[in-house]
């Protein structure tokens, strides 16, 4: 076992073990040519740790070395971990010399995934940002309450992409990461949270949704059994096409109208049009009272304390819910076509006005809070969108 390495004794002589990642190196001096061959290794116990094939015996080992394999390895080096960046949290690792031998054997039980959960809540970028455009951030829950944020990172954010693009109308999401990176922050109301992120810089990590897995299949089945029995401690998963970002929407919904043409669609629909916004619809509200969580508008109601504020959807259906002001713009908006009227709600609107309906009423007076004013100011009439 990995617990009885130690380099001031004698280690095991025979180890049974899995490949749980494998990635290889190339060679400064030939790309052709792997100059190393990196793995991390679980044994039976599920204890891991890091193994490397150096070049000049990489021929005897490559083909027992596949990812979920099962293999039998007969005397091991244990040399010294010195990479900036390790894998595993341990000083040595393993390395399969030139009087290893290796062998393939029977599967073994133990667990092969870091994290998996159901996701909960999916966090808008921040747009001016360009760093978040390759950034998804997301809260995902397992089965007993417990919650974390996961955070992907460059191509894992596009395999999400072209999985919502192609799954749009599925069920829950069901996610796995393997070898995330685990970061605590303590927040301001001085909780602790746990992020965990893919490994950024490498492609150690390894990003699943909804594969058909055993784990998967099996989380997928135990979540639905409690969702049917109602169990209060479950959070409850949102659909994929809330996984969405604009960029997934916007290639999703391939059908291009006209604005003439709107009226010829007799079912509904998403289509996307390019116009110019001409103008804001005068005499009109321009934010709503909505809930904090499912965004509909609230009911007001006046109570012993002063007013409470009722949601009365299916999913929430309380009182004394937290109001929060959101956009709602109704916007006239033009092409060579015709012209027709459109409502901004908080996703758009956000992303025109850099705020969100809240900030805009904590900083502007009256005159200001009247969309109008605001959005001549800031320019957004006659843009094409």
Known sequence: MF???????TSPSTLKVRVLRMWSI????????????????????ENRIQA????????????????????????????????????????NKLVLGPNTHVNSCQEFDGRLFDIIGHVVHVFKNNASNVKDKNKRTMEICDLRGNCVYLI???HYVSELSKYVIEHFDEGHAIVILQFGRVKYYTGSDGKEKVYVSNSFGSNVSRFFINDYLFEIEEYKNSLVDLLNANDV????????????????????????????????????????ILGTIKAICPDTEWYYIGCNTCSRKLMENNGEGG?????????????????????????????????????LFDRDAKMLTKKTAKELIDSQNEVCLQVKYFFNCNSHLYKRW
């Open 307 to 343: 007013k409470e504020y009722e949601c009365k959807t299916v999913r929430c259906n309380v009182l004394g819910v937290i109001p929060t002001p959101r956009f709602k713009i109704k916007i006239r908006v033009q092409d060579s076509t015709g012209v027709v009227s459109l409502t």
């Open 26 to 45: 190339k060679d400064n001096k030939n790309v052709n040519e792997d100059f190393l061959i990196e793995m991390v290794l679980m044994d039976e116990n």
């Open 3 to 9: 617990n009885e390495i130690d380099v001031l004794k």
């Open 52 to 91: 490397t094939v150096y070049k000049q015996n990489i021929y005897r080992f490559k083909r027992f070395l596949k990812e979920s394999s099962t293999l039998t390895i007969v005397n091991l080096s244990v040399g010294l971990n010195g990479s900036n960046y390790r894998v595993i949290d341990c000083p």
């Open 152 to 154: 992907l990172w460059d």
């Open 233 to 272: 401690s479950i959070r409850k998963p949102i659909p994929v096409k809330m996984l969405s970002s604009v960029d997934d929407e916007f290639l999703r919904a391939t059908d291009f109208f006209n604005i003439g043409d709107i009226c010829t669609i007799i079912s509904p629909k998403s289509i996307i």
